[in-house]
């Protein structure tokens, strides 16, 4: 079992940044792809953007691209998600979540583990 833990969110301005971090306890961190979403109230999960193992293939919604970017460090079992530029509509709880599989999805019932998530409110 993999345990993950996001931190990072907070309030910020429109057009400011924010960096989310999911650290990662458990199995291999490295054999998982990972890949962050979002919720809004009364909303469905949105995918935001995943990365590979090796982390040399990203795949981002078309929302976030050229905003956010992300990676992840295996050696430290951590993901990131660094948010430029950001907007209101951005505003939700956003969530890691990981899969065995090494095939990148953005379907949300393709994940096994997840984190709790963190708030991110971005004010216009």
């Known amino acids: 079992q993999v345990q993950l833990i996001e931190s990072g969110g907070g309030l910020v301005q429109a057009g400011g940044s924010l960096r989310l971090s999911c650290a990662a306890a458990?199995?291999?961190?490295?054999?998982?792809?990972m890949a962050w979403f979002r919720q809004t109230p009364g909303k469905e999960r949105e995918f935001v953007a995943a990365?590979?193992?090796?982390?040399?293939?990203?795949k981002y919604a078309d929302s976030v691209k050229g905003r956010f970017t992300i990676s992840r460090d295996n050696a430290k079992n951590t993901m990131f998600l660094q948010m430029n530029s950001l907007k209101p509509e951005d505003t939700a709880v956003y969530s890691c979540?990981?899969?065995?599989?090494?095939?990148?999805?953005?379907?949300?019932?393709?994940?096994?583990?997840w984190g709790q998530g963190t708030q991110v409110t971005v004010s216009s």
């Open positions: 990365i590979s193992r090796s982390g040399s293939i990203t």
């Open positions: 458990g199995r291999t961190f490295n054999s998982n792809t």
């Open positions: 979540a990981g899969r065995n599989s090494m095939m990148i999805t953005t379907t949300p019932r393709d994940y096994d583990y």
